[in-house]
Protein backbone atom coordinates (compact mmCIF):
# COMPACT_ATOMS: atom_id res chain seq x y z
CA UNK A 1 0.00 0.00 0.00
CA UNK A 2 2.85 2.81 0.88
CA UNK A 3 4.83 1.57 -2.22
CA UNK A 4 1.15 2.47 -4.28
CA UNK A 5 0.84 5.61 -2.46
CA UNK A 6 4.72 6.41 -3.06
CA UNK A 7 4.72 5.65 -6.69
CA UNK A 8 1.21 8.28 -6.98
CA UNK A 9 3.19 10.59 -5.49
CA UNK A 10 5.99 10.40 -6.99
CA UNK A 11 4.12 10.21 -10.23
CA UNK A 12 2.57 13.46 -9.41
CA UNK A 13 5.41 15.14 -8.37
CA UNK A 14 7.34 13.97 -11.63
CA UNK A 15 4.11 15.22 -14.21
CA UNK A 16 3.67 19.01 -11.98
CA UNK A 17 7.16 19.79 -12.52
CA UNK A 18 7.49 22.76 -14.63
CA UNK A 19 5.29 25.64 -15.36
CA UNK A 20 2.65 25.50 -18.20
CA UNK A 21 2.78 29.48 -19.16
CA UNK A 22 2.61 29.54 -23.03
CA UNK A 23 5.20 32.32 -24.51
CA UNK A 24 3.96 35.13 -26.16
CA UNK A 25 5.88 34.71 -28.95
CA UNK A 26 3.82 31.57 -29.32
CA UNK A 27 0.71 33.19 -29.38
CA UNK A 28 1.77 36.11 -31.55
CA UNK A 29 2.91 33.46 -34.05
CA UNK A 30 -0.25 32.00 -33.88
CA UNK A 31 -2.23 34.93 -34.77
CA UNK A 32 -0.14 36.12 -37.00
CA UNK A 33 -0.78 32.93 -39.23
CA UNK A 34 -4.35 32.84 -39.04
CA UNK A 35 -4.20 36.21 -40.26
CA UNK A 36 -3.72 34.34 -43.93
CA UNK A 37 -5.22 31.28 -42.77
CA UNK A 38 -8.60 30.87 -44.20
CA UNK A 39 -10.79 28.38 -42.22
CA UNK A 40 -12.03 25.34 -43.90
CA UNK A 41 -15.94 25.27 -44.63
CA UNK A 42 -17.94 22.72 -43.81
CA UNK A 43 -19.98 20.99 -46.35
CA UNK A 44 -22.69 19.06 -44.62
CA UNK A 45 -23.25 16.67 -47.29
CA UNK A 46 -20.46 15.81 -49.96
CA UNK A 47 -21.12 14.83 -53.21
CA UNK A 48 -19.69 11.05 -52.09
CA UNK A 49 -22.32 10.55 -49.86
CA UNK A 50 -25.00 10.93 -51.94
CA UNK A 51 -26.87 7.24 -52.98
CA UNK A 52 -27.12 8.29 -56.55
CA UNK A 53 -23.89 8.72 -57.99
CA UNK A 54 -23.60 9.68 -61.75
CA UNK A 55 -21.73 7.93 -64.08
CA UNK A 56 -18.84 9.49 -64.33
CA UNK A 57 -18.48 10.01 -60.50
CA UNK A 58 -19.15 5.55 -60.71
CA UNK A 59 -16.25 5.71 -63.17
CA UNK A 60 -14.03 7.44 -61.52
CA UNK A 61 -14.42 5.19 -57.80
CA UNK A 62 -14.08 2.58 -59.61
CA UNK A 63 -10.82 3.51 -61.01
CA UNK A 64 -10.04 4.51 -57.83
CA UNK A 65 -10.66 1.10 -56.36
CA UNK A 66 -8.57 -0.59 -59.09
CA UNK A 67 -5.84 1.54 -58.16
CA UNK A 68 -6.57 0.72 -54.56
CA UNK A 69 -6.18 -3.27 -55.00
CA UNK A 70 -2.75 -2.47 -56.92
CA UNK A 71 -1.19 -0.40 -54.59
CA UNK A 72 -2.04 -2.76 -52.06
CA UNK A 73 -0.98 -5.81 -53.31
CA UNK A 74 1.85 -4.36 -54.62
CA UNK A 75 2.72 -3.51 -50.94
CA UNK A 76 1.96 -7.16 -50.15
CA UNK A 77 4.43 -8.30 -52.38
CA UNK A 78 7.86 -8.84 -51.06
CA UNK A 79 10.52 -6.75 -52.96
CA UNK A 80 11.48 -7.82 -56.39
CA UNK A 81 15.34 -7.82 -57.47
CA UNK A 82 14.02 -5.22 -59.64
CA UNK A 83 13.88 -2.98 -56.56
CA UNK A 84 17.28 -2.40 -56.54
CA UNK A 85 19.09 -5.05 -54.77
CA UNK A 86 22.31 -4.28 -52.85
CA UNK A 87 25.62 -4.77 -54.76
CA UNK A 88 28.23 -7.14 -53.34
CA UNK A 89 30.02 -5.21 -50.56
CA UNK A 90 33.96 -3.99 -51.85
CA UNK A 91 36.40 -5.99 -49.71
CA UNK A 92 38.79 -3.13 -49.52
CA UNK A 93 36.95 -1.79 -46.40
CA UNK A 94 35.95 -5.09 -45.14
CA UNK A 95 36.77 -5.56 -41.17
CA UNK A 96 37.39 -8.34 -39.00
CA UNK A 97 34.15 -8.92 -37.19
CA UNK A 98 35.38 -9.65 -33.97
CA UNK A 99 38.44 -7.96 -32.15
CA UNK A 100 39.53 -4.48 -32.31
CA UNK A 101 39.75 -2.77 -36.32
CA UNK A 102 40.48 0.80 -37.47
CA UNK A 103 38.56 3.44 -37.21
CA UNK A 104 36.12 4.54 -40.14
CA UNK A 105 33.88 7.27 -40.18
CA UNK A 106 31.07 7.82 -37.60
CA UNK A 107 27.50 8.62 -38.67
CA UNK A 108 24.53 10.26 -37.46
CA UNK A 109 21.67 11.46 -37.86
CA UNK A 110 20.67 15.15 -38.17
CA UNK A 111 18.12 16.96 -39.18
CA UNK A 112 16.12 13.66 -41.13
CA UNK A 113 19.19 13.08 -43.05
CA UNK A 114 22.08 10.80 -42.20
CA UNK A 115 25.50 12.50 -42.23
CA UNK A 116 29.11 11.13 -41.49
CA UNK A 117 32.14 12.95 -40.04
CA UNK A 118 35.73 11.79 -40.50
CA UNK A 119 36.71 11.96 -36.35
CA UNK A 120 34.55 12.11 -32.90
CA UNK A 121 33.20 15.90 -32.77
CA UNK A 122 34.12 16.58 -36.03
CA UNK A 123 32.21 18.47 -39.33
CA UNK A 124 29.95 16.26 -40.85
CA UNK A 125 28.93 16.11 -44.27
CA UNK A 126 25.46 14.32 -45.73
CA UNK A 127 25.66 11.08 -45.97
CA UNK A 128 21.87 9.94 -47.23
CA UNK A 129 19.72 13.35 -47.75
CA UNK A 130 16.76 14.11 -48.90
CA UNK A 131 13.32 15.35 -48.20
CA UNK A 132 12.63 11.84 -46.49
CA UNK A 133 13.52 11.88 -42.29
CA UNK A 134 16.21 9.47 -42.02
CA UNK A 135 17.23 8.48 -38.74
CA UNK A 136 19.40 5.72 -36.61
CA UNK A 137 22.18 4.86 -38.62
CA UNK A 138 23.77 1.43 -38.27
CA UNK A 139 26.76 0.04 -39.66
CA UNK A 140 27.29 -3.45 -40.50
CA UNK A 141 30.35 -5.24 -38.50
CA UNK A 142 32.56 -5.23 -41.61
CA UNK A 143 31.85 -1.46 -42.23
CA UNK A 144 30.59 -2.07 -45.61
CA UNK A 145 26.92 -1.18 -45.72
CA UNK A 146 24.63 0.85 -43.65
CA UNK A 147 20.99 0.32 -41.96
CA UNK A 148 18.94 3.33 -41.03
CA UNK A 149 14.91 4.47 -40.83
CA UNK A 150 12.99 6.35 -42.64
CA UNK A 151 10.41 7.16 -40.75
CA UNK A 152 7.18 8.87 -41.18
CA UNK A 153 4.40 9.52 -38.73
CA UNK A 154 4.43 6.62 -35.85
CA UNK A 155 5.72 3.72 -38.38
CA UNK A 156 9.52 3.65 -40.04
CA UNK A 157 10.74 1.54 -42.93
CA UNK A 158 14.05 -0.23 -42.75
CA UNK A 159 16.73 0.99 -45.67
CA UNK A 160 20.35 -0.48 -46.39
CA UNK A 161 23.06 1.59 -48.61
CA UNK A 162 26.27 0.64 -48.94
CA UNK A 163 28.71 2.54 -46.61
CA UNK A 164 29.26 5.74 -49.03
CA UNK A 165 25.84 5.91 -48.95
CA UNK A 166 25.18 4.93 -52.52
CA UNK A 167 22.56 1.97 -53.61
CA UNK A 168 19.42 3.07 -51.09
CA UNK A 169 17.17 0.23 -50.87
CA UNK A 170 14.04 -0.22 -49.18
CA UNK A 171 13.46 -3.55 -46.88
CA UNK A 172 9.82 -3.23 -45.08
CA UNK A 173 7.21 -2.83 -47.10
CA UNK A 174 5.22 -1.81 -44.55
CA UNK A 175 6.18 0.88 -41.73
CA UNK A 176 7.07 -0.85 -38.07
CA UNK A 177 6.60 1.02 -35.05
CA UNK A 178 10.22 -0.13 -33.63
CA UNK A 179 10.63 -0.21 -29.83
CA UNK A 180 13.61 2.70 -29.75
CA UNK A 181 17.18 0.94 -30.80
CA UNK A 182 18.10 1.24 -34.35
CA UNK A 183 18.19 -2.02 -36.29
CA UNK A 184 21.06 -4.28 -35.30
CA UNK A 185 23.15 -6.28 -38.25
CA UNK A 186 24.00 -10.01 -38.38
CA UNK A 187 27.64 -10.60 -37.95
CA UNK A 188 27.51 -11.76 -41.36
CA UNK A 189 25.90 -8.59 -42.15
CA UNK A 190 23.18 -10.84 -44.15
CA UNK A 191 19.57 -10.20 -41.80
CA UNK A 192 19.10 -7.41 -39.56
CA UNK A 193 17.41 -7.26 -35.97
CA UNK A 194 15.24 -5.28 -33.96
CA UNK A 195 11.97 -5.17 -31.94
CA UNK A 196 8.90 -3.90 -32.72
CA UNK A 197 5.33 -3.86 -32.44
CA UNK A 198 3.25 -5.95 -34.28
CA UNK A 199 -0.37 -6.81 -33.29
CA UNK A 200 0.12 -4.78 -29.91
CA UNK A 201 2.89 -6.69 -28.68
CA UNK A 202 6.55 -6.22 -28.95
CA UNK A 203 7.96 -8.83 -30.77
CA UNK A 204 11.70 -9.21 -32.16
CA UNK A 205 11.79 -9.54 -35.74
CA UNK A 206 14.50 -10.47 -38.45
CA UNK A 207 14.59 -9.00 -41.66
CA UNK A 208 17.11 -10.37 -44.38
CA UNK A 209 19.18 -8.27 -46.46
CA UNK A 210 17.82 -9.88 -49.08
CA UNK A 211 14.93 -8.38 -50.76
CA UNK A 212 13.35 -10.95 -51.55
CA UNK A 213 13.27 -12.47 -48.32
CA UNK A 214 10.37 -11.68 -45.71
CA UNK A 215 10.02 -10.38 -42.65
CA UNK A 216 10.50 -12.81 -39.61
CA UNK A 217 8.36 -12.53 -36.34
CA UNK A 218 10.13 -14.71 -33.37
CA UNK A 219 7.95 -16.32 -31.27
CA UNK A 220 9.38 -15.71 -28.17
CA UNK A 221 7.74 -13.43 -25.57
CA UNK A 222 9.44 -10.01 -24.49
CA UNK A 223 8.50 -9.33 -20.80
CA UNK A 224 5.34 -7.02 -20.87
CA UNK A 225 5.37 -3.41 -22.02
CA UNK A 226 5.14 -2.83 -18.36
CA UNK A 227 8.82 -3.84 -17.76
CA UNK A 228 11.91 -2.38 -19.30
CA UNK A 229 12.30 -4.24 -22.67
CA UNK A 230 16.27 -5.32 -23.48
CA UNK A 231 17.97 -5.23 -26.88
CA UNK A 232 18.15 -8.49 -28.21
CA UNK A 233 21.86 -8.86 -29.26
CA UNK A 234 23.26 -10.92 -31.96
CA UNK A 235 26.60 -13.11 -31.13
CA UNK A 236 29.06 -11.74 -32.84
CA UNK A 237 30.05 -14.54 -35.28
CA UNK A 238 27.14 -17.11 -35.10
CA UNK A 239 24.22 -15.05 -36.98
CA UNK A 240 22.01 -18.10 -36.11
CA UNK A 241 21.95 -17.28 -32.44
CA UNK A 242 20.59 -14.27 -30.67
CA UNK A 243 20.65 -13.38 -26.83
CA UNK A 244 17.14 -12.01 -25.67
CA UNK A 245 15.95 -11.63 -22.28
CA UNK A 246 12.45 -12.83 -22.24
CA UNK A 247 9.08 -13.74 -20.26
CA UNK A 248 8.18 -17.46 -20.90
CA UNK A 249 4.82 -16.92 -18.97
CA UNK A 250 2.78 -13.83 -18.63
CA UNK A 251 3.38 -11.48 -15.57
CA UNK A 252 6.39 -14.27 -14.76
CA UNK A 253 9.54 -12.92 -13.97
CA UNK A 254 12.37 -12.57 -16.72
CA UNK A 255 15.13 -14.60 -17.80
CA UNK A 256 18.13 -14.63 -20.34
CA UNK A 257 17.78 -17.29 -23.27
CA UNK A 258 20.03 -17.90 -26.17
CA UNK A 259 17.58 -17.91 -29.30
CA UNK A 260 18.37 -20.23 -32.12
CA UNK A 261 16.84 -18.60 -35.31
CA UNK A 262 17.21 -21.90 -37.08
CA UNK A 263 15.26 -24.39 -35.21
CA UNK A 264 13.42 -22.07 -32.43
CA UNK A 265 14.85 -23.50 -29.98
CA UNK A 266 15.81 -21.63 -26.91
CA UNK A 267 18.87 -22.58 -24.45
CA UNK A 268 18.37 -21.27 -20.80
CA UNK A 269 21.34 -18.99 -19.66
CA UNK A 270 19.79 -17.11 -16.26
CA UNK A 271 16.90 -19.14 -14.97
CA UNK A 272 13.70 -16.77 -14.33
CA UNK A 273 13.11 -16.07 -10.67
CA UNK A 274 10.77 -13.76 -8.59
CA UNK A 275 13.43 -11.23 -7.54
CA UNK A 276 15.73 -11.18 -10.27
CA UNK A 277 16.27 -8.31 -12.75
CA UNK A 278 18.26 -9.17 -15.53
CA UNK A 279 19.39 -6.12 -17.76
CA UNK A 280 22.37 -4.87 -19.91
CA UNK A 281 22.78 -8.34 -21.21
CA UNK A 282 26.10 -8.27 -24.10
CA UNK A 283 27.97 -11.09 -25.33
CA UNK A 284 31.90 -10.94 -25.05
CA UNK A 285 33.30 -9.82 -28.06
CA UNK A 286 34.42 -13.98 -28.94
CA UNK A 287 31.22 -15.15 -28.22
CA UNK A 288 32.44 -17.56 -25.69
CA UNK A 289 30.84 -15.46 -22.90
CA UNK A 290 27.85 -13.77 -21.66
CA UNK A 291 27.70 -10.16 -19.42
CA UNK A 292 24.63 -9.16 -17.99
CA UNK A 293 23.77 -7.45 -14.62
CA UNK A 294 21.55 -8.60 -12.57
CA UNK A 295 19.76 -6.92 -10.20
CA UNK A 296 22.38 -3.71 -10.99
CA UNK A 297 25.20 -6.70 -10.29
CA UNK A 298 27.86 -7.67 -13.37
CA UNK A 299 28.21 -11.36 -13.90
CA UNK A 300 29.76 -13.17 -16.50
CA UNK A 301 28.56 -16.64 -17.50
CA UNK A 302 29.83 -19.30 -20.32
CA UNK A 303 27.43 -19.48 -22.98
CA UNK A 304 26.41 -22.93 -22.17
CA UNK A 305 25.43 -21.60 -18.70
CA UNK A 306 28.43 -22.79 -16.83
CA UNK A 307 30.24 -20.67 -14.70
CA UNK A 308 28.18 -17.82 -13.50
CA UNK A 309 29.71 -15.59 -11.00
CA UNK A 310 29.91 -12.03 -10.04
CA UNK A 311 32.39 -9.43 -11.28
CA UNK A 312 34.62 -8.54 -7.88
CA UNK A 313 34.67 -5.04 -7.38
CA UNK A 314 32.34 -3.62 -9.74
CA UNK A 315 28.88 -3.03 -9.21
CA UNK A 316 25.81 -1.03 -11.26
CA UNK A 317 25.38 -0.68 -15.34
CA UNK A 318 27.75 -1.96 -17.31
CA UNK A 319 28.99 -1.09 -20.91
CA UNK A 320 29.71 -3.30 -23.54
CA UNK A 321 33.45 -4.92 -23.94
CA UNK A 322 35.84 -3.31 -25.80
CA UNK A 323 36.76 -4.88 -29.10
CA UNK A 324 39.39 -6.56 -28.14
CA UNK A 325 37.24 -8.21 -25.22
CA UNK A 326 39.76 -7.01 -22.40
CA UNK A 327 38.43 -3.77 -20.78
CA UNK A 328 34.65 -3.01 -20.14
CA UNK A 329 33.17 0.69 -18.30
CA UNK A 330 31.56 -0.14 -15.01
CA UNK A 331 30.67 1.77 -11.95
CA UNK A 332 33.60 1.51 -8.66
CA UNK A 333 32.71 2.77 -5.22
CA UNK A 334 29.73 4.53 -3.59
CA UNK A 335 29.52 2.98 -0.34
CA UNK A 336 29.45 5.36 2.65
CA UNK A 337 30.49 8.98 2.07
CA UNK A 338 32.72 7.84 -1.51
CA UNK A 339 31.06 9.07 -4.54
CA UNK A 340 30.75 6.44 -7.26
CA UNK A 341 33.07 6.84 -10.34
CA UNK A 342 32.81 5.48 -13.45
CA UNK A 343 36.16 3.27 -14.70
CA UNK A 344 37.49 1.32 -17.14
CA UNK A 345 38.36 -1.78 -15.80
CA UNK A 346 40.70 -4.61 -17.24
CA UNK A 347 38.92 -7.39 -16.57
CA UNK A 348 41.97 -10.07 -16.41
CA UNK A 349 43.25 -7.75 -13.61
CA UNK A 350 46.24 -6.20 -15.62
CA UNK A 351 46.60 -2.68 -14.90
CA UNK A 352 44.77 -0.37 -12.95
CA UNK A 353 41.42 1.22 -13.55
CA UNK A 354 41.16 3.97 -15.42
CA UNK A 355 39.15 6.24 -13.70
CA UNK A 356 36.83 8.83 -16.01
CA UNK A 357 37.92 12.63 -15.62
CA UNK A 358 35.82 15.50 -17.06
CA UNK A 359 37.83 18.05 -18.93
CA UNK A 360 38.36 21.32 -16.71
CA UNK A 361 36.82 23.51 -19.51
CA UNK A 362 33.63 21.45 -19.58
CA UNK A 363 30.48 21.91 -17.21
CA UNK A 364 29.26 18.78 -17.78
CA UNK A 365 29.93 16.51 -14.63
CA UNK A 366 31.83 13.13 -15.17
CA UNK A 367 28.53 10.32 -15.24
CA UNK A 368 28.80 7.99 -11.98
CA UNK A 369 27.71 5.29 -14.33
CA UNK A 370 28.03 4.40 -17.38
CA UNK A 371 24.68 3.54 -19.58
CA UNK A 372 24.73 0.14 -21.83
CA UNK A 373 24.71 2.57 -25.00
CA UNK A 374 28.80 3.75 -25.11
CA UNK A 375 29.87 2.89 -27.93
CA UNK A 376 33.97 2.25 -28.46
CA UNK A 377 35.72 3.09 -31.47
CA UNK A 378 36.74 -0.17 -33.47
CA UNK A 379 40.60 0.64 -32.45
CA UNK A 380 39.54 0.57 -28.75
CA UNK A 381 41.20 3.89 -28.01
CA UNK A 382 38.51 5.82 -27.45
CA UNK A 383 34.22 5.77 -26.55
CA UNK A 384 31.73 8.42 -27.02
CA UNK A 385 28.90 8.66 -24.12
CA UNK A 386 25.18 10.25 -24.05
CA UNK A 387 24.30 12.44 -21.15
CA UNK A 388 21.26 14.40 -20.91
CA UNK A 389 21.38 18.29 -21.34
CA UNK A 390 20.74 18.88 -17.44
CA UNK A 391 17.49 20.97 -18.26
CA UNK A 392 16.30 17.90 -20.39
CA UNK A 393 15.68 16.30 -17.24
CA UNK A 394 13.67 18.54 -15.44
CA UNK A 395 11.53 19.16 -18.59
CA UNK A 396 12.66 22.77 -18.10
CA UNK A 397 14.91 23.10 -21.46
CA UNK A 398 14.92 21.11 -24.59
CA UNK A 399 15.56 17.23 -24.83
CA UNK A 400 18.92 17.60 -25.38
CA UNK A 401 21.79 15.10 -25.69
CA UNK A 402 24.88 15.77 -25.17
CA UNK A 403 27.89 13.62 -26.46
CA UNK A 404 31.18 13.10 -24.35
CA UNK A 405 34.51 11.64 -25.98
CA UNK A 406 36.57 9.65 -23.02
CA UNK A 407 39.84 9.06 -23.73
CA UNK A 408 40.20 5.46 -22.75
CA UNK A 409 43.70 5.59 -21.83
CA UNK A 410 43.78 8.19 -19.46
CA UNK A 411 39.92 8.77 -18.57
CA UNK A 412 39.80 12.28 -20.16
CA UNK A 413 36.15 13.42 -20.76
CA UNK A 414 35.60 15.82 -23.19
CA UNK A 415 31.93 17.02 -24.55
CA UNK A 416 31.72 16.97 -28.54
CA UNK A 417 30.15 19.69 -30.54
CA UNK A 418 27.41 17.66 -31.72
CA UNK A 419 24.36 18.71 -30.05
CA UNK A 420 22.33 18.46 -32.94
CA UNK A 421 23.06 15.53 -34.01
CA UNK A 422 22.22 11.62 -32.43
CA UNK A 423 22.43 7.84 -32.60
CA UNK A 424 26.18 8.14 -33.42
CA UNK A 425 27.72 4.20 -35.05
CA UNK A 426 31.55 3.83 -35.85
CA UNK A 427 32.56 2.39 -38.97
CA UNK A 428 35.09 -0.03 -38.60
CA UNK A 429 37.97 -0.70 -41.09
CA UNK A 430 40.29 -3.00 -42.00
CA UNK A 431 43.22 -2.28 -39.76
CA UNK B 1 -15.21 27.49 -21.57
CA UNK B 2 -17.24 30.40 -23.31
CA UNK B 3 -18.93 28.68 -25.66
CA UNK B 4 -20.49 31.70 -27.26
CA UNK B 5 -16.26 32.51 -27.81
CA UNK B 6 -15.77 29.10 -29.42
CA UNK B 7 -19.06 29.59 -31.87
CA UNK B 8 -17.73 33.65 -33.01
CA UNK B 9 -14.54 32.07 -33.48
CA UNK B 10 -15.88 29.44 -35.39
CA UNK B 11 -18.22 32.14 -37.45
CA UNK B 12 -14.59 33.16 -38.62
CA UNK B 13 -14.15 36.05 -35.89
CA UNK B 14 -10.75 36.47 -35.50
CA UNK B 15 -10.68 38.17 -32.22
CA UNK B 16 -12.91 35.84 -30.53
CA UNK B 17 -10.13 32.74 -31.61
CA UNK B 18 -7.37 34.88 -29.98
CA UNK B 19 -9.38 34.80 -26.53
CA UNK B 20 -10.00 31.36 -27.30
CA UNK B 21 -5.82 30.84 -27.46
CA UNK B 22 -5.31 32.71 -24.66
CA UNK B 23 -7.75 30.41 -22.35
CA UNK B 24 -6.53 27.09 -23.91
CA UNK B 25 -2.87 27.49 -24.65
CA UNK B 26 -1.52 26.95 -21.03
CA UNK B 27 -3.72 23.58 -20.68
CA UNK B 28 -2.39 22.40 -24.34
CA UNK B 29 0.79 23.33 -23.80
CA UNK B 30 0.59 21.39 -20.82
CA UNK B 31 -0.38 18.29 -22.68
CA UNK B 32 2.16 18.64 -25.10
CA UNK B 33 5.21 19.07 -23.16
CA UNK B 34 4.13 15.81 -20.87
CA UNK B 35 3.50 13.66 -23.85
CA UNK B 36 6.68 15.01 -25.74
CA UNK B 37 9.00 15.45 -22.86
CA UNK B 38 10.34 17.98 -24.89
CA UNK B 39 9.39 21.54 -24.22
CA UNK B 40 10.51 23.72 -27.56
CA UNK B 41 8.60 20.72 -29.32
CA UNK B 42 5.71 20.95 -27.30
CA UNK B 43 5.99 25.01 -28.20
CA UNK B 44 6.08 24.27 -31.80
CA UNK B 45 3.55 21.08 -31.63
CA UNK B 46 1.23 23.51 -29.58
CA UNK B 47 1.64 26.19 -32.68
CA UNK B 48 1.16 23.91 -35.05
CA UNK B 49 -2.20 22.44 -33.42
CA UNK B 50 -3.74 25.95 -32.89
CA UNK B 51 -3.71 26.77 -36.15
CA UNK B 52 -4.83 23.59 -37.21
CA UNK B 53 -7.86 24.58 -34.40
CA UNK B 54 -8.24 27.60 -36.10
CA UNK B 55 -8.60 25.86 -39.84
CA UNK B 56 -10.94 23.23 -38.89
CA UNK B 57 -13.62 25.14 -36.14
CA UNK B 58 -16.16 25.03 -39.37
CA UNK B 59 -16.11 21.30 -38.83
CA UNK B 60 -16.75 21.58 -34.84
CA UNK B 61 -20.50 20.85 -34.24
CA UNK B 62 -20.71 20.98 -30.85
CA UNK B 63 -19.19 24.31 -29.01
CA UNK B 64 -19.44 22.76 -25.83
CA UNK B 65 -17.25 20.29 -26.68
CA UNK B 66 -14.65 22.15 -27.97
CA UNK B 67 -11.58 21.54 -25.48
CA UNK B 68 -12.30 17.54 -25.98
CA UNK B 69 -11.81 18.61 -29.99
CA UNK B 70 -8.82 20.44 -29.01
CA UNK B 71 -6.90 18.06 -26.94
CA UNK B 72 -7.54 15.19 -30.50
CA UNK B 73 -6.29 17.63 -32.93
CA UNK B 74 -3.59 18.46 -30.41
CA UNK B 75 -2.23 14.95 -29.38
CA UNK B 76 -2.75 14.01 -33.40
CA UNK B 77 -0.33 17.15 -34.18
CA UNK B 78 2.14 15.18 -31.13
CA UNK B 79 2.23 12.30 -33.15
CA UNK B 80 3.14 13.94 -35.95
CA UNK B 81 5.94 15.85 -35.27
CA UNK B 82 7.33 13.61 -32.03
CA UNK B 83 11.19 12.98 -32.87
CA UNK B 84 11.30 8.65 -33.52
CA UNK B 85 14.38 6.48 -32.68
CA UNK B 86 16.15 8.34 -29.93
CA UNK B 87 18.91 6.02 -28.86
CA UNK B 88 21.47 6.06 -25.97
CA UNK B 89 18.54 7.43 -24.53
CA UNK B 90 21.26 7.44 -21.01
CA UNK B 91 20.79 6.45 -17.67
CA UNK B 92 22.40 9.42 -16.77
CA UNK B 93 21.42 12.71 -15.79
CA UNK B 94 23.82 15.58 -15.58
CA UNK B 95 23.29 16.61 -11.89
CA UNK B 96 25.55 19.34 -9.82
CA UNK B 97 26.55 18.49 -6.35
CA UNK B 98 24.11 21.02 -4.67
CA UNK B 99 20.89 20.00 -5.77
CA UNK B 100 20.86 16.85 -4.24
CA UNK B 101 21.21 18.20 -0.96
CA UNK B 102 20.28 14.96 1.22
CA UNK B 103 18.94 11.09 0.72
CA UNK B 104 15.05 12.26 0.11
CA UNK B 105 16.46 14.64 -2.59
CA UNK B 106 18.84 11.81 -3.83
CA UNK B 107 15.37 9.45 -3.85
CA UNK B 108 13.37 12.26 -5.61
CA UNK B 109 15.57 13.00 -8.67
CA UNK B 110 16.62 8.98 -8.74
CA UNK B 111 12.58 8.43 -8.79
CA UNK B 112 12.03 11.32 -11.28
CA UNK B 113 14.45 10.22 -13.56
CA UNK B 114 13.42 6.68 -13.44
CA UNK B 115 9.78 8.01 -14.29
CA UNK B 116 11.53 10.01 -17.00
CA UNK B 117 13.58 6.96 -18.64
CA UNK B 118 10.17 5.16 -18.43
CA UNK B 119 8.04 7.17 -19.61
CA UNK B 120 10.35 8.64 -22.84
CA UNK B 121 10.39 4.90 -23.70
CA UNK B 122 6.79 4.55 -23.78
CA UNK B 123 4.68 4.79 -26.99
CA UNK B 124 2.57 8.29 -27.97
CA UNK B 125 -0.57 6.40 -27.63
CA UNK B 126 0.45 5.07 -24.32
CA UNK B 127 1.69 8.77 -23.31
CA UNK B 128 -1.26 10.22 -24.48
CA UNK B 129 -3.63 8.30 -22.66
CA UNK B 130 -1.74 8.71 -19.44
CA UNK B 131 -1.58 12.40 -19.66
CA UNK B 132 -4.67 12.72 -20.15
CA UNK B 133 -6.14 10.43 -17.47
CA UNK B 134 -3.39 11.69 -14.54
CA UNK B 135 -2.43 15.30 -15.48
CA UNK B 136 -5.66 17.24 -17.05
CA UNK B 137 -8.12 14.66 -15.10
CA UNK B 138 -10.18 13.03 -17.79
CA UNK B 139 -12.07 9.86 -17.21
CA UNK B 140 -11.54 6.71 -19.22
CA UNK B 141 -14.48 7.30 -20.87
CA UNK B 142 -13.90 10.69 -21.46
CA UNK B 143 -10.16 9.95 -23.06
CA UNK B 144 -11.61 7.44 -25.02
CA UNK B 145 -13.97 9.43 -26.27
CA UNK B 146 -11.45 12.35 -26.50
CA UNK B 147 -9.19 10.31 -28.80
CA UNK B 148 -11.71 8.69 -30.76
CA UNK B 149 -10.50 4.95 -29.24
CA UNK B 150 -12.53 2.30 -27.85
CA UNK B 151 -12.97 2.37 -23.71
CA UNK B 152 -10.93 -0.86 -23.60
CA UNK B 153 -8.08 0.45 -25.67
CA UNK B 154 -7.70 3.10 -23.64
CA UNK B 155 -7.79 1.35 -20.62
CA UNK B 156 -5.27 -0.91 -21.63
CA UNK B 157 -2.66 1.79 -22.72
CA UNK B 158 -3.20 3.18 -19.70
CA UNK B 159 -2.65 -0.17 -18.09
CA UNK B 160 0.61 -0.90 -19.71
CA UNK B 161 1.71 3.12 -19.14
CA UNK B 162 1.25 2.61 -15.74
CA UNK B 163 2.70 -0.93 -15.61
CA UNK B 164 6.29 0.23 -17.08
CA UNK B 165 6.12 3.58 -14.48
CA UNK B 166 5.73 1.55 -11.73
CA UNK B 167 8.68 -0.88 -12.60
CA UNK B 168 10.94 1.98 -13.35
CA UNK B 169 10.15 3.27 -9.96
CA UNK B 170 10.53 0.01 -8.24
CA UNK B 171 13.44 -0.34 -10.15
CA UNK B 172 14.57 3.16 -8.40
CA UNK B 173 13.74 2.19 -4.88
CA UNK B 174 15.23 -0.93 -5.36
CA UNK B 175 18.75 0.62 -6.65
CA UNK B 176 18.52 3.20 -3.88
CA UNK B 177 17.91 0.34 -1.60
CA UNK B 178 20.92 -1.54 -2.59
CA UNK B 179 23.13 1.67 -2.19
CA UNK B 180 22.39 2.25 1.36
CA UNK B 181 22.66 -1.50 2.02
CA UNK B 182 19.08 -2.01 3.08
CA UNK B 183 17.43 -5.62 1.98
CA UNK B 184 15.49 -5.51 -0.91
Redesign the interface.
Known amino acids: MN ?1 KR ?2 NR ?6 D ?2 S ?4 PE ?2 N ?3 L ?3 S ?6 SWWPAWRTNRMTTYAKSIAAAAAVLLVVIVGYQLLPAGPGSGAPRPTQSILSAPIVGAAANGVIAL ?1 KDGDIVVADGPGGDTRPLVAGPA ?1 D ?2 PVFSPAGTRLAF ?1 R ?1 A ?2 G ?1 FLMVADADGTNVVQLTREPL ?6 WSFAPDGRSLMTVA ?1 ID ?1 AYRVVVRPVDPAAALAVLDIRLP ?5 IEEPRFHPTNPQEILVVAQLVPDGPRGLYVYDLATGGIRTIVEPAD ?1 R ?1 VRDVAWLPNGEHITYSL ?2 DPHVVATDGSGAGAFDAL ?1 G ?1 VSPFSNDGTRIVAERG ?1 EGDAAPQSVIVPINGDGAPVVLACSPVTD ?2 C ?3 P ?4 IWSPDDSMLI ?6 T ?2 T ?5 T ?2 YLLVDAHTGQVTELDWRDA ?2 PTWQRVAP | MDSDVVERARA ?1 D ?1 EA ?2 DL ?2 QV ?3 L ?2 VA ?2 IL ?5 A ?1 DV ?2 NA ?2 TI ?6 LRDADRFEGWAFRILVHAC ?2 DA ?15 DVASDVDDIQ ?1 IS ?3 E ?2 R ?1 FR ?6 RAVF ?1 LH ?2 VGLPLVAVAETLGIPDGTAR ?1 RL ?2 A ?10 A ?3 QD ?2 EGRP ?1
Open positions: DDFAVDRWLDGDATPVIAVLAVRTPQERRADSSVGGQSEIFGWPRGDAGQDGYNLRRGIEPSAPPGWGTVYDESSGEGPLEIGT | GQFAVHSDTLGRRRDPTLELQLVWRKLPHYAPRNRRWASAIRVLHAKDRDLEARLPLDQVHHSHYTRALRAAFEQRAALRA
